[in-house]
């Protein structure tokens, strides 16, 4: 019985699961709980201490020992599952839990109530015999005689002898032993990979792409489908070109040679179709049977080339095993425009492809990590040996031609000086032959086995029998590979051929389809014409079955663990190479059809990026390159060209500030490093932990596109949090160097000590060396609800948003995986929109290293941003003012980042308005201290823990020049930025210790207060980010 996957049926958070009956009656007692009965939780009524070790008993624990239940994805029939309890449920306090958790984890269908568990009995009644099993196969029927049926094809009686007599023994014995290297090692790399875990339906797709991903199995997997059934029309049209042979012979012609070829192939091809309909027995029944056609036929073989040959034969160019025709068939004899090695091997090699006939039907075998190797390998050695000993024997008892005129023998009185040929010592004339064209002989007659043999219709069975085995096989492997490939949904359109019918999943409309391409393919009725174009396809899932071997033992991932050990991922490597190399030797231009059609088919699922994760080996590559780079990193230093704003972006969960994902994504996105931080204000909780680390936040980040990490954190407080993050987040030289945050909404409604964390954040910040950017909109940041905003509340001036993760209910529990979570909304924002022509405000007030002016220049390199002219703003003097202007615009061509226009404002040290010198008063009157206070007799004095966070006079008039700076520029802001797209800024810092932290935010505020456009307050590290040097 398939079940879910553990991940799905389990929630780790689940320690207080849903109680049973047994729970539910039970009596209270002192210690809170009658514990007995409740650890009855197994199908079969038996408690835990009944399944653990007899060492383990009165040793009470919830440890479970070692079971083949929590590792397997599928269910036995008759008890219940079994699961190994979680880390928590394991150092989970008792006492604060009020019970013992369950020692199995509830899933998602526990939850449902009390009224699930009578449900639950009720369905186990009803189920008291076990599904039927559909039928399964061992490795002899299974995979041996299926293997040796599909290479012992068409090839084998109809076109061996003719390759022997083109090529010659020598060289046909070096294509049959260079075809069986390939498929040897091909088979070699198949048993690897079919042993390293649990083989499914789906045969040579379902290897290579567990192995190499849905990339390259999805577009092999169609190659691989497509090519069986052609080669359901090679072997068809191999037995109808018999059929035909033995009509002409009798007489008997519908149309012509050609067409009768075609209607004797789409019959036969229909009648097939119906046996594969039928169901695996009647298939796995027929293959059998064709097996022992084989066989006799085989026997009648030998024995005829040991049989002394009659003048009819000796006529056909049959003598018997002779020295002298060895010697003459053992050199090449090449003719026609096929007659050379290259085109002899591509007519030969489809016959040595069914070595995966026994692989893709994987899903019907008893024990298919057994079976395929031992099966396959065994096929491959006795084929490889009946291919040569046949294309021996036959090469030594017939002569290339003769003209089957038993009247072309030489008479006593005859000259033998006009005879011409081997066949003048055996007392016949074939001179005729030499320039002529006659019809026997090895060169000229396909059916050469025929005549060779003992008892010809034998031959003629056996024909019928590998042509026919191979065709069913060819016809039955086509579908299952495609139905696993429309079953994972990697392409459009095909999912309609996925469904299977019956007990034994049979993908009927496959069938049909692989019919339709199989009848096309037939009306071509030429099979020197069909076995080429299938070569290449064979050949490129051979060497992508060989690279995915090797592929996978390179990576040296600890999940590569094949029990079969006789393999060598250098011979593998040298298998893949090979094929490829044959393939464009064989029919250049085919090859490149076929990786044509897998690059083409490669590039769609990259695009498409399938929501698939098998443990390939190129996740495992990737890991391995991604990790051999951020070491070699550790041995370069940094240099100032190569600096990236590396960003630590407090977003809480990310979809609730898209507005700041998104302006950073500007800054990072195919540049540098952006990690979006969480901080879960909460005590120590699984569900707090669980909260923090949720794959939620990252499937919003990938379906908003956004490259991006994510890190979330447990803290009793956001301050601590983001510490957390600071000194912990990034890996090697890959760390951030730039924190950003957006703006503390209603700072100044606040309470003095929020202030005061929310301004320590930064002085954090300072400390670690890092760069600081506040983000402030107009409108507000978060767009989350306020039930969800239980996430760095810090940062968010809603009382409601100040919490604790609530600890989880202790009767009832929920599985994340199993219950459909709603998705997080994709909120847009103003940093996502094209800007046209408006304008980025930089001002540049303060020398921070730079990050002020690059912030911007890496904003207009993006397309949205590309039509927005920079504009530079300094301080400056009005007497100098054009002075200063030419110096700023020189030192910013050095760095050379685009900007043309910049402007000094010598206002900036004017003094601001009263009215906003008096708004900034009122701002930050509710944090000064009051010196002189009422003193009620209720009242005591002002703690001191209050005092650091309140502005006094003496902290005012410290102050009070900078103060006046922030109100002016504020008011230069809206003078000059009103229509800006962006206003980008250099943050002044506050001194510790001089200047309060709440006075800090005051100026912070004020600064980018009423502003319409976004504003960007920036501080750089006070080191160089820019310089004008080339090395």
Not at 81 to 95: G, V
Not at 687 to 694: H, P
Request: proline content about 5%; hydrophobic content about 40%; charged content about 15%.
């Amino acid at each position: 019985m398939e079940s879910p996957e553990t991940s799905s049926g389990v929630h780790l958070a689940a320690y207080r699961p849903t109680l049973p009956p047994s729970v539910v009656n039970a009596k209270a007692t002192a210690g809170g709980f009658d514990e007995s009965g409740y650890y009855h939780c197994y199908g079969d009524g038996s408690s835990v201490a009944s399944h653990g070790s007899d060492a383990l008993t009165g040793y009470e624990t919830l440890d479970a020992p070692p079971h083949y239940d929590f590792y397997a994805n599928t269910e036995v029939f008759g008890r219940q599952r079994r699961f190994r309890p979680s880390l928590y449920q394991l150092h989970a306090n008792p006492e604060v839990d009020s019970r013992p958790p369950l020692y199995e984890e509830t899933t998602a269908e526990q939850t449902r109530g009390e009224d699930s568990s009578e449900e639950g009995e009720e369905e186990q009644e009803e189920q008291k015999e076990p599904p039927p099993e559909p039928p399964r196969f061992g490795w002899v029927q299974g995979v041996m005689i299926r293997c040796m049926l599909n290479i012992w094809g068409v090839i084998l009686y109809l076109r061996l002898p003719w390759i022997t007599a083109q090529a010659g023994i020598g060289l046909t014995w070096v294509i049959i032993l260079l075809s069986s290297c390939i498929t040897g090692i091909t088979g070699l790399s198949t048993s690897a990979i079919a042993t390293n875990g649990k083989v499914k339906g789906g045969g040579t797709y379902f290897l290579i792409s567990r192995s190499l991903g849905p990339e390259l199995g999805g577009s092999i997997g169609l190659i691989f489908a497509f090519a069986n059934a052609v080669a359901v029309a090679m072997h068809t049209v191999g037995f109808a070109e018999t059929v035909t042979d033995l009509m002409y012979e009798n007489g008997a012609v519908m149309v012509d040679r050609i067409n009768d070829i075609r209607i004797v192939g789409i019959i036969t091809v229909t009648c097939l179709l119906g046996i594969s309909l039928a169901g695996m027995t009647w298939e796995s029944k027929a293959q059998v049977l064709f097996f022992l056609v084989i066989m006799v036929s085989f026997v009648s073989y030998v024995v005829g080339t040991i049989t002394p040959a009659s003048p009819q034969k000796q006529a056909k160019g049959f003598f018997s095993y002779r020295a002298d025709i060895f010697a003459a068939n053992f050199v090449p004899g090449w003719r026609g425009p096929e007659g050379s090695f290259f085109g002899m091997f591509s007519i030969f090699f489809p016959s040595a492809t069914g070595i995966l006939a026994g692989a893709n039907i994987s899903g019907d075998l008893k024990n298919p990590t057994v079976a395929i190797p031992k099966g396959t390998l065994t096929a491959i050695f006795w084929t490889t040996i009946s291919y040569l000993i046949i294309s021996a024997t036959i090469g030594s008892c017939v002569l290339r031609d003769a003209s089957g005129l038993l009247n072309d023998t030489l008479s006593p009185s005859s000259s033998r000086q006009d005879c011409v040929g081997l066949a003048c010592q055996y007392g016949w004339d074939f001179t005729e032959c030499i320039n002529n064209t006659c019809t026997y002989g090895i060169s000229n007659y396909y059916q050469s086995m025929s005549l060779v043999s003992a008892f010809a219709p034998l031959i003629t069975a056996g024909i019928f029998g590998a042509t026919l085995s191979s065709a069913l096989a060819c016809l039955v492997s086509a579908p299952k590979v495609f139905q696993c490939l429309c079953k994972d949904k990697l392409y459009p359109l095909i999912g309609i051929f996925g469904k299977g019918y019956g007990k034994n999943d049979e993908p009927l409309r496959g069938y049909l389809l692989t019919y339709i391409i199989a009848a096309c393919f037939i009306l071509i009725a030429e099979l020197n014409t069909i076995a080429p174009i299938i070569s290449n396809f064979f050949l490129c899932s051979y060497s992508l079955i060989n690279f995915s071997c090797f592929h996978a033992s390179i990576t040296n991932s600890p999940g590569w663990r094949p029990s079969f050990r006789f393999y060598s991922k250098w011979l593998s490597l040298l298998g893949a190479v090979v094929c490829v190399v044959i393939m464009f030797l064989l029919t250049w231009w085919a090859a490149l059809i076929a990786f044509g059609v897998v690059f083409l088919l490669l590039g769609y699922t990259l695009y498409k990026k399938p929501a698939v994760n098998w443990g390939s080996s190129v996740q495992a590559s990737s890991y391995n390159i991604a990790l051999s780079q951020c070491v070699g990193l550790n041995h370069v230093e940094d240099h100032v060209k190569n600096y990236r704003p590396q960003c630590l972006v407090l977003t809480g969960p990310p979809s609730s500030r898209p507005a700041l994902v998104d302006l950073v994504t500007c800054f990072t996105k195919d540049l540098s490093l952006m990690i979006c931080g969480n901080v879960v204000t909460a005590g120590s909780s699984q569900s707090a932990v669980e909260k923090a680390s949720s794959d939620s936040h990252v499937t919003w980040l990938n379906q908003r596109r956004v490259k991006s990490f994510y890190r979330g954190v447990v803290a009793t407080e956001l301050r601590s949090g983001v510490n957390m993050l600071l000194q912990g987040a990034g890996l090697g030289r890959i760390k951030p160097n730039v924190l950003l945050m957006g703006f503390k909404k209603g700072c100044c409604s606040e309470t003095p000590q929020a202030a005061h964390n929310y301004i320590g954040i930064l002085h954090d910040a300072f400390d670690l060396q890092y760069g600081v950017c506040i983000l402030r909109l107009k409108e507000a940041l978060d767009v989350s609800r306020s039930s969800q905003s239980d996430v760095n509340p810090g940062l968010d001036g809603r009382e409601e948003s100040i919490n604790t993760v609530s600890a989880p209910s202790r009767l009832q529990t929920t599985n994340t995986s199993s219950v459909p979570v709603e998705a997080e909304p994709q909120h847009s924002t103003v940093f996502q929109k094209k800007q046209g022509k408006k304008t980025i405000d930089v001002y540049w007030l303060s020398d921070d290293g730079g990050l002020t002016l690059l912030l911007p220049y890496l904003l207009t390199r993006r397309k949205r941003w590309a039509r927005c002219k920079v504009r530079v703003f300094v301080g400056g003097d009005a007497d100098k003012r054009e002075e200063q202007r030419e110096e700023v615009l020189a030192l910013i061509k050095k760095f050379r980042l685009g900007f043309h226009d910049v402007e000094v404002l010598p206002d900036i040290y004017q003094n601001p308005q009263p009215a906003s010198v008096h708004l900034f008063e009122n701002m930050v009157g509710r944090f000064r201290l009051d010196t002189n206070p009422k003193q009620d007799s209720d009242s005591g004095p002002p703690g001191q823990q209050e005092e650091q966070w309140m502005i006094t006079d003496q902290d005012l008039e410290r102050n009070k020049a900078k103060s006046l700076r922030q109100i002016r520029l504020n008011e230069v802001l809206q003078d000059y930025s009103r229509e800006a797209a962006l206003i980008v800024i250099t943050m002044p810092v506050g001194m510790r210790g001089v200047c309060p932290n709440t006075l800090y935010l005051a100026w912070l505020d004020f600064l980018s207060h009423d502003l319409r456009p976004p504003v960007l307050l920036v501080r750089g590290n006070q080191e160089n980010v820019l310089t004008f040097y080339c090395q």
